[in-house]
């Protein structure tokens, strides 16, 4: 991997946790201090410590903290913690991934690696979205998302899907980043018409 080649250390695997996820890990744990910062980590001011970390420190002493607490602090709620990883499992707010074959066989069977599954024919159509801001800024965390598919048969059998990605500024704030988006689609679509606003 390049975390290997630049490092030269050779990592067992990645779990990745998103803001959402992490949020709600926080709520079960509770409030991480953070010593040096002089400031506590909780599910309200979380996305505010993102949006200022720009060095990515802040997040890496939080993540580390949270782990020591997962793995080092007896009297937790396991059954909640449990439960908040089945549930970011499913909803790919964590996603997991290992070197080792037999367990990343099992990992991407179950639908827990994030990997985009290679549809047959005869079984479902695929629609990936990814995001990706650009700029130091991270205000784009700030924004609500919406998405509406809608799909249509004619009576020839041909399907025709439609989908709308909506972006609400809920909280009027300066969004001074950019969002590019990808979007993967079935081999064999057809794009037949994008547009932003009112302009195509």
């Known amino acids: 991997s390049v975390y290997n080649k630049s490092s030269g250390k050779a990592l067992d695997g990645v779990i990745t946790i998103d803001g959402e996820a992490l949020g709600k890990l926080l709520d079960i744990i509770g409030p991480v201090a953070i010593e040096k910062q002089d400031i506590k980590v909780d599910r309200e001011n979380l996305n505010d410590v993102i949006d200022r970390d720009k060095d ?61 599954p290679r549809p047959s024919k005869d079984q479902f159509d695929l629609l990936s979205i990814f995001e ?36 609400i500024n809920a909280n009027n704030l300066n969004i001074s980043n950019r969002l590019r988006m990808r979007m993967y689609l079935p081999a064999g679509s057809r794009i037949i018409k994008a547009s932003s606003g009112e302009i195509d």
């Not at 580390?64 to 913690?81: A, C, G, R, S």
């Not at 004619?154 to 709308?164: A, F, R």
């Open 56 to 116: 990515h420190k802040l997040i890496s002493t939080l993540s580390n903290k949270l782990l020591n607490e997962i793995f080092f602090v007896p009297d937790l709620n396991w059954p909640q913690i449990v439960n908040w990883f089945g549930t970011g499992v499913e909803s790919k707010n964590i996603l997991v991934y290992f070197e080792n074959n037999r367990i990343f066989s099992y990992l991407l069977a179950e639908g827990f690696s994030g990997s985009i």
């Open 132 to 167: 990706t801001a650009e700029g130091e800024e991270k205000s784009s965390i700030h924004l609500d998302r919406r998405l509406n598919l809608a799909t249509k048969i004619d009576n020839q059998g041909n399907i025709s899907h439609s989908l709308k990605v909506g972006y």
